[in-house]
């Protein structure tokens, strides 16, 4: 019997060794698997990597996109100057003093192109256009020097041209770029960067023993020198949002445009009808800036102020009076003198329009049947 007992605790012992070894199998078996699945980690970390380098190719790309963005716009970028030589390109080898040497840009596919009216010259002149080492005979259809902004034709079709944005809505510190001839031909298409520095800026120019005034330009950091005079200032799309027109000479990196959306309509118009009919109010005007010059300062809070009534004018015919503030036009407010200007460029002679004016301490609307300019 006692046999027996040993012999059943023998055949137990061994039974639970073998449960024993079993669970110990299958718990290693779960470990195995658990670390199996951990590798999953390195498969993650790979995935992590790859999209890293997604990101350095994205940024690759990004950076492309500008330099492509503006080799595309130097493309419309041509040379304009008052005077012709003999041979070769009208701009070699002569100084920008001698020619009247500055930019333009073409804006429309049939040949318009956007300059200064003080690169370009009057109305109905001639310029000479350099596109791409040709020289071209070009008309001055539109120009005027108080905005220092003209509109050359020259006669040619399929020309690549620029896309205007937005200057309406600008904010300091947005990037910039500035394309131009400086100097000389030699140096032509140059490209500069910089941001976009003060807003709303307005300049004295002294120059034939007289005085003009240009206000509501871009300030920016971008270089700008003499022969940039006509040239975009665009943004990092590549979108024309100001026209090069001065700089400072007596501090460096101080340049300026003037801002793009006043001269829309005048190339609309060009564009799409090949004329432009300018309607007239027929006022000389100032906004705040201009009034700081000209000690109205005191005169000006809101609104632009009537400095002169011209004769014979639509003005002159209306009841509006020398010393007003013009503080709305058909409804829209008005805060510089562009804005008036892009407003106007918009009508046609014989459209009236409704101005809401302060004369004093009173407010009163007055209809002007606008002239032709």
């Given at each position: 019997m006692a046999r027996r007992r040993s012999t059943l605790r023998k055949v137990f012992t061994i039974i639970l060794f073998i449960?024993?070894?079993?669970?110990?199998?299958?718990?290693?078996?779960?470990?195995?698997?658990?670390?199996?699945i951990s590798t999953?980690?390195?498969?993650?970390?790979?995935?992590?990597?790859?999209?890293?380098?997604?990101?350095?190719?994205?940024?690759?790309?990004?950076?492309?996109?500008?330099?492509?963005?503006?080799?595309?716009?130097?493309?419309s970028v041509v040379g304009i100057s008052r005077l012709?030589?003999?041979?070769?390109?009208?701009?070699?080898?002569?100084?920008?003093?001698?020619?009247?040497?500055?930019?333009?840009?073409?804006?429309?596919?049939?040949?318009?192109?956007?300059?200064?009216?003080?690169?370009?010259?009057?109305?109905?002149?001639?310029?000479?256009?350099?596109?791409?080492?040709?020289t071209y005979k070009g008309t001055v259809v539109w120009e005027d020097p108080n905005l220092d902004l003209?509109?050359?034709?020259?006669?040619?079709?399929n020309l690549p041209y620029v896309e205007f944005g937005d200057s309406k809505n600008l904010k300091i510190g947005k990037k910039v770029y500035a394309i131009g001839n400086p100097i000389g031909y030699e140096f032509r298409k140059t490209v500069t960067s910089g941001i976009i520095s003060a807003l709303n800026r307005t300049i004295k120019i002294d120059e034939n023993d007289s005085s003009s005034y240009i206000s509501n330009l871009i300030q920016t950091d971008?270089?700008?020198?003499?022969?940039?005079?006509?040239?975009?200032?665009?943004?990092?799309?590549g979108k024309v949002i100001g026209i090069n027109t001065v700089k400072i000479t007596s501090a460096e990196g101080i340049g300026f445009a003037i801002p793009i959306n006043v001269i829309k309509p005048v190339v609309e118009s060009f564009k799409n009808n090949g004329t432009f009919e300018e309607a007239n109010i027929g006022i000389?005007?100032?906004?705040?800036?201009?009034a700081e010059y000209l000690d109205l300062k005191n005169k000006v809070n809101r609104g632009i102020y009537v400095y002169k009534i011209m004769e014979n004018t639509a003005s002159s015919n209306s009841d509006l009076r020398e010393g007003d503030l013009i503080t709305k036009i058909d409804g829209n407010s008005l805060s510089t003198m562009n804005d008036l200007r892009e407003y106007i460029y918009s009508k046609k002679p014989e459209d009236i329009v409704k101005l809401e004016?302060?004369?004093?301490?009173?407010?009163?609307?007055?209809?002007?049947t606008l002239g032709k300019k």
């Open positions: 449960i024993l070894i079993g669970l110990i199998g299958y718990n290693l078996y779960l470990m195995y698997k658990n670390i199996d999953n980690y390195e498969a993650e970390r790979i995935s992590s990597v790859e999209t890293f380098e997604e990101k350095v190719e994205e940024t690759n790309e990004e950076s492309k996109t500008i330099e492509d963005m503006l080799e595309e716009v130097t493309k012709t030589n003999a041979g070769g390109s009208i701009l070699n080898n002569i100084s920008s003093d001698e020619l009247g040497l500055g930019t333009g840009i073409i804006v429309s596919e049939n040949g318009y192109i956007l300059s200064n009216s003080h690169v370009t010259g009057e109305k109905y002149g001639t310029c000479y256009v350099t596109i791409d080492e040709n003209s509109v050359v034709k020259v006669q040619m079709n971008a270089t700008i020198n003499p022969g940039n005079s006509g040239g975009p200032l665009i943004d990092s799309d000389y005007a100032y906004d705040g800036d201009i004016i302060i004369r004093g301490d009173k407010t009163k609307e007055i209809n002007i």
